[in-house]
C-alpha cells in the first residue's frame, strides 16, 4: 500500500519540517506519527515526536504531509478569590 507521492515528500523534506505520516503495522492495521523531520535515507526516515525518535520505513508509508505548529501552550486558568 506503499504512497509514492508520499514518500517522494518525505524524500525531499528538510530536518525540522513537522510532518504526520501514516503508516502500516506488520497487522495491516495503520497508525500515524506525528512530529519534527529529523533525518531520511533511501528506506526510512526519522520522526521526534511526543513518543520520541520513530523510525519509519518507506515501503509502509500510506500518506504524509507537512502540518503546522502546534498551538502555544495554554496561560493557567485563574480563579477569583484565589
Do not use: H
Request: proline share 7%; aromatic share 8%; hydrophobic share 35%.
Amino acid at each position: 500500500m506503499l504512497n509514492d507521492e508520499a514518500v517522494e515528500f518525505l524524500r525531499g523534506t528538510t530536518e525540522g519540517t513537522r510532518v504526520v505520516i501514516r503508516y502500516s503495522l506488520d497487522d495491516g492495521q495503520a497508525t500515524d506519527a506525528l512530529g519534527w523531520f529529523m533525518r531520511g535515507d533511501d528506506t526510512a526516515c526519522v520522526i521526534a515526536g511526543k513518543r520520541g525518535m520513530e523510525t519509519v520505513r518507506f515501503d509502509r508509508v500510506i500518506a504524509a504531509k507537512e502540518v503546522p505548529p502546534p498551538p502555544a501552550p495554554r496561560s493557567p486558568r485563574r480563579r477569583d478569590g484565589y
